[in-house]
């Protein structure tokens, strides 16, 4: 069993900075992939950026990619979303996953096995 925890959301004006954490506890954290994703309103749930166990590989949305940068600390059972350049368009609840998914496999809601609460990021124009 692993539980995670996000934090870091808000209100942020376009253009500005965020950044969300996960705090994961149980089992194993470091030999999990771990995965952001996010929900908009009357949207599906999308993918955003996932991170491999040991940091070597990371992955991320076409519509994220060159702003955000997801990382992780073993030591510390956290994996962050660093968010920037913030759009309107990114106002969602996001939401941080586990998963033992290999490759493009991490880019799928339905190989994540834990999912956290998620924390709303709403951006004002």
């Known amino acids: 069993q692993v539980q995670l925890v996000e934090s870091g959301g808000g209100l942020v004006q376009a253009g500005g900075s965020l950044r969300l954490s996960c705090a994961a506890s149980g089992r194993s954290f470091s030999s999990w992939a771990m995965g952001w994703f996010r929900q908009a309103p009357g949207k599906e749930r999308e993918f955003v950026a996932a991170i491999s166990w040991n940091s070597g590989n990371t992955y991320y949305a076409d519509s994220v990619k060159g702003r955000f940068t997801i990382s992780r600390d073993n030591a510390k059972n956290t994996v962050y979303l660093q968010m920037n350049s913030l759009k309107p368009e990114d106002t969602a609840i996001y939401y941080c996953?586990?998963?033992?998914?290999?490759?493009?496999?991490?880019?799928?809601?339905?190989?994540?096995?834990?999912w956290g609460q998620g924390t709303q990021v709403t951006v004002s124009s």
């Open positions: 996953a586990a998963t033992t998914a290999l490759a493009m496999g991490v880019t799928r809601s339905n190989e994540y096995y834990y």
